[in-house]
């Protein structure tokens, strides 16, 4: 076999479990459910598993360079159970391949976890060089192959988590769209429901501009008419509230990776709107109990206010500033925008308020109230054509 046909053939070993990882996440995405970690998990440990087992060298006598795409691929995603997991399974496969040197072995993959730690993007740069390092070492010897063994894994490596890196950015981008036109078709609800309620409430006040308490008849005529409409009105109230109850399901999760997920997937709208993105959402898993579809329809619901209030501006910029307390951690959200009126600040929070032409004034009300479910605190601060803060305060989980 050609060295690229089994280049070829290792690529797409590498590949087929992440295909399935991404048509699982499309599927999520359409019916509007949290992303599963486990598959995830399955996915790259299955990808190992047909590395190991139909995975072919490059060269004879050298090592599979490959094994370690997987663990790269959980560094990118900072999964560090993984990252420990697939680190076990290289040093046991590399140290079935020489039979000596464990401890050499196992300084080399505890150096990769270092240098994450320091900088994803350095160990990325660095992992092909220190790869081919350690297999000249261990091998006691400097070849070619060995060489361009490494060149080829830094060239896989980065084609695969580029192709994981693009796929994942479509579905976002269009989980997004999909959501914003969601959204549109609710509004234009809204509309509708408040037509509808306006005509019956209308019929009623015209029959009681006319009542006549010296004409009885009139009046028996009169009120079942008035009594039908205001049944109506009754029945368009109660389904518009079973549409829009808040249902709060709290799970343990960590809010940074969370807030990770919402910019990683705003990224797309960002750009197309030459949005520039500031944040400082530590890697550090932080944890709180809250419900992560709820919290997700909260941010997203900020960040596309901000987008809207950058529209006329030049040099759009949006800030995401993370600040970790003694019980609570605090979310800052800031853009550059044209800002809120002291008038309107003040009345924000209030259900059907906007002055939006086509708003509902639902947004933030029921931003509001999600984050109130949470024991948290939502709060805005604004200056006209200066900027605007949104700061949610939520409550860390205590540690047991």
């Known amino acids: 076999m050609k060295i690229y046909d089994l280049a070829l053939l290792n690529l797409i070993l590498l590949v087929i479990p992440l295909m399935i990882y991404l048509l699982y996440t499309a599927y999520n995405n359409i019916l509007d459910k949290k992303e599963n970690n486990l598959i995830f998990n399955i996915c790259l440990f299955s990808e190992c598993y047909l590395i190991i087992k139909y ?35 290289c040093i046991y496969y590399y140290f079935n391949y020489y039979s000596i040197h464990l401890s050499f072995i196992i300084f080399e993959y505890l150096l990769y976890f270092f240098l994450f730690i320091i900088d994803k993007k350095l160990l990325t740069t660095l992992f092909p060089t220190i790869k081919c390092l350690s297999i000249i070492l261990l091998s006691k010897s400097l070849s070619l192959e060995i060489i361009s063994g490494g060149i080829i894994l830094f060239l896989l490596s980065s084609l695969t988590i580029y192709l994981l890196e693009k796929g994942e950015e479509k579905l976002d981008f269009n989980y997004n769209y999909q959501k914003i036109k969601k959204e549109s078709k609710i509004k234009k609800s809204l509309f509708q429901i408040t037509h509808e309620i306006k005509n019956p409430i209308a019929v009623c006040k015209g029959y009681l501009d006319m009542y006549d308490p010296n004409n009885p008849e009139k009046i028996k005529k009169n009120i079942p008419v008035i009594k039908e409409e205001i049944e109506r009105t009754l029945i368009l109230l109660e389904d518009f509230l079973e ?50 579809n709820r919290l997700t329809q909260v941010f997203i619901n900020i960040f596309k206010n901000s987008i809207e209030a950058l529209e006329d501006k030049n040099n759009k910029k949006i800030m995401v500033m993370v600040d970790k307390k003694e019980d609570i951690i605090q979310i800052k959200i800031i853009d550059n925008g044209i800002g809120i009126p002291k008038n309107i600040i003040e009345k924000i929070k209030e259900p059907f308020y906007t002055t939006k032409q086509k708003g509902t004034g639902l947004g933030v009300s029921l931003s509001n109230e999600i984050i109130k479910a949470h024991g948290g605190t939502i709060n805005y601060e604004s200056k006209e054509n200066d900027y605007t803060a949104v700061t949610v305060k939520l409550p860390l989980e205590k540690a047991i």
């Open 243 to 292: 549409m829009n109850t808040q249902k709060i399901n709290k799970e343990i999760l960590d809010i940074n990776f969370l807030l990770e997920e919402v910019t990683n997937n705003m990224k797309m709208l960002f750009k197309n709107q030459n949005i520039k993105l500031e944040s400082n959402i530590p890697e550090d898993e932080v944890y709180i109990n809250a419900d992560y």
């Open 55 to 89: 995975g072919i060298s490059l060269y004879k006598n050298i090592p599979l360079f490959i094994i370690n795409i997987p663990l790269l691929i959980a560094y990118y995603k900072n999964k560090k159970s993984l990252i420990i997991y697939i680190s076990i399974i």
